[in-house]
Structure formats: C-alpha cells, structure tokens
C-alpha cells in the first residue's frame, strides 16, 4: 500500500490525475520556479530547452514535470526508460527519429549501459551521433546528424550518474518529500477529479499517512474512495477514513504491516539490535532486497531504525510507537529514560512541558 514504485495498471490510473501545467504543480517551488524560468527563457529565444536532470525519491512527481515541460514548450513527448538502452543502437534508433524540440524522456538514467551513455555525451552536447557499420578492420563510423532535442532524465539514485554525464545537463532540479499541508493541497485536487466528497479533516488524516509522497496519497485516497462507496457513504470525515486505511494497516504515521513487522521484531525477538539484514528479513519472512528497499528507507528517515556498522537498531521512537518499554541494554535505552524522566519532572513542576532532549545538547 506505501510502496513508492507504481506498477503499470496504477501508472494508468495516476495518468487521470497528473497537473497538465506548472501552475497545476503542487509543491517543489523552488524547482518549480526554476523550470519556470528556463522553459520561459527557451521560448522567448525560440530555442529548444536546455537539458534537465531531476532526482529524488520514487513517487514525488519526476514523470509529469517531463510531461509538463513537453506541454509548457508545446513539444511532441518521447518516453523511454534507462534498463530498456542496453546497446548504443537502441539509443541511436530513438535519437534518429526525433524531430526537432521533441522532449525525449529517460526515467531510471543511471541504469543506461555505457556504450548507449557515452553516445548520449556527444548527443546532448552537438546534437550528432557516430554510427560504426562493419566490424573489425572493415568498420566505418558514420555521422549522424541530429535535430535539436530537450533530454529530461529522471532518475532515484543521482550519486551512480558519471560527472561528465551530469556536467552536461543545463537544469539540474531534486526533489524533496512533501508536507502534509501539500498533500492535502495535492488530495484536495485529486478528490475533485474523482468527485469524492471529503471533509478538511478526512484530508488531513489521509495526508498524515502518505509517507510525504503524492503517489502513495493518490493510491490511499483511492482506497477511501472503495471503501466509502462499499460503506455507501456520500461524504468521508476524519472516522471513516481512518477505519478506511486501518483496514489496509496504514496506521497513523504511516508504517504498514512490513514496516511495524520489522519494528516488532527488532524490538522483541533482538532486543532492539544491533542485528544483520538479512537475519531481521528472516525474522518478518521477506526477502533482504524487499526490507532494505521498501521498508528501510522511511523508518530510517522517521527516525525508528538506525544503521550502524554492526547491523540495524531500534530507535527510541520505535519502543514509544510500539508502546514498549526498551530494557535497560538496549540501543539508545539510556537516552529514552532520561528523556521521558526529564518529561515527568517537568510535568510534576509545573514548569512549560518544553523538549526534554533539549537539556542534553545543550553547551
């Protein structure tokens, strides 16, 4: 239900409700304005656009900026992926039919073999490829003139792009997860379009559980949506979509059954850590791939799970979410209990209940 990737039946369904324009685009303003700029500047020197690099997370809007930027430059859309180039032919083939100012878009660009990407350098920088027919002592190289295009690369792992691949992108935008102030904005639009009737606070508690993704909060309004009109409810409030995503075990923050899997285990059969990856995947029985893909990423960033060179730790939000008290060895148990005594102190004070935690960084 929280996973970031999209399968191809739900990529048909995000279709309907993707922004057509930027100022359609909810969040990412400073990239927005930025691509604002670039696109306007393109049109006012009747030039094609300079080539834009987005990264970030799965699910936070890469593919429609690219189909954004072809409708902003009223250009013709080419989409390919990076693992479909696998030889410097498949690129050239693509290239060789493009017509001039067509936005050509590549998701997952880092996955491009080498030989198609080293024949993207000389594509994006003069517009021509060289073309070698023959083998051996008989090959040939052949130039290939190419129409001047706009290349969008997306991709969720910029660190694997070579420099001299970045260093030939114009505009290069990432992306930051959203806040859930923005994704009720993004909700509030997506409600609009399947005429789904939800209330201010319905909205809220769907945004809170959307892990700062507009996929995964499009994927659970859809899923309120099923389950109002099964319920036969004409409009949804706080309640129902609560019992709605408690159903799918989305819990308030946003953990699913794999995420709260993991927690559990390492908080009751390992004691909180540290312990390897694939001993924990074998104690949720998922694969390795699946627990440090999917599950990892999101409890790190929440702060439950920490990576340490000795295997993964409970965080102390993870025994607070869990409602477990850690024992006295776990990993950060001593940090937990000074923090929740300070709590009480000041509870029992009378003083202004200000962050326990404070105290401890200070100088």
């Known amino acids: 239900m929280v996973a970031p990737g999209a399968e191809a039946e739900e990529r048909e369904l995000e279709a309907a409700l993707r922004p057509r324009t930027l100022d359609d685009f909810v969040g990412q303003h400073r990239v927005r304005e930025q691509l604002s700029l670039v696109l306007e500047a393109a049109r006012l020197r009747g030039k094609t656009a300079d080539h834009?690099?987005?990264?970030?997370?799965?699910?936070?809007?890469?593919t429609t900026l690219s189909m954004i930027i072809a409708a902003e430059m009223n250009a013709?859309?080419?989409i390919s992926s990076g693992?479909?180039?696998q030889h410097a032919g498949d690129l050239a083939a693509i290239l060789s039919s493009l017509t001039e100012g067509e936005v050509l878009f590549l998701d997952e660009i880092h996955r491009m073999s080498r030989p198609a990407e080293e024949m993207l350098y000389?594509?994006?920088e003069d517009f021509r490829v060289d073309i070698v027919v023959g083998k051996g002592a008989g090959a040939t190289s052949i130039p290939?003139?190419?129409?001047?295009?706009?290349?969008?690369?997306?991709?969720?792992?910029a660190g694997l792009l070579p420099g001299p691949l970045r260093d030939r992108f114009g505009f290069t935008g990432h992306l930051?997860?959203?806040?859930?102030a923005e994704l009720e904005l993004v909700l509030r639009r997506s409600a609009l379009l399947l005429d789904l009737a939800l209330n201010s606070a319905a909205f809220a508690e769907i945004a809170t559980r959307s892990r700062g993704t507009p996929r995964i909060a499009n994927r659970l309004l859809r899923r309120v949506r099923d389950w109002a009109l099964v319920k036969g409810l004409d409009q949804v409030d706080a309640r129902a979509a609560s019992a709605a995503l408690d159903m799918y075990e989305v819990d308030a923050r946003g953990l699913d059954r794999l995420d709260r899997g993991v927690l559990q285990a390492l908080?009751?059969?390992f004691g909180g850590g540290p312990v390897g990856l694939s001993t924990l995947a074998i104690a949720v029985g998922e694969e390795v791939e699946t627990v440090e893909t999917v599950a990892e990423p999101y409890l790190v960033?929440?702060?439950?799970?920490g990576r340490t060179p000795r295997g993964r730790i409970a965080m102390p939000a993870a025994w607070e979410h869990l409602g477990l008290q850690p024992p006295p060895e776990a990993p950060g148990a001593a940090f937990w209990t000074v923090a929740a005594g300070a709590a009480q102190e000041a509870e029992g004070s009378g003083l202004p209940d200000d962050d326990p935690t404070d105290t401890l960084f200070s100088p």
């Open 52 to 62: 834009v690099l987005l990264s970030g997370p799965p699910g936070l809007g890469k």
């Open 144 to 157: 290939l003139e190419i129409p001047p295009f706009t290349l969008v690369g997306a991709t969720t792992r």
């Open 122 to 124: 000389m594509a994006m």
């Open 76 to 78: 013709p859309l080419r």
């Open 83 to 85: 693992p479909a180039i």
């Open 301 to 305: 960033r929440e702060g439950l799970l």
């Open 176 to 180: 930051e997860f959203y806040s859930s």
């Open 267 to 269: 908080c009751t059969k």
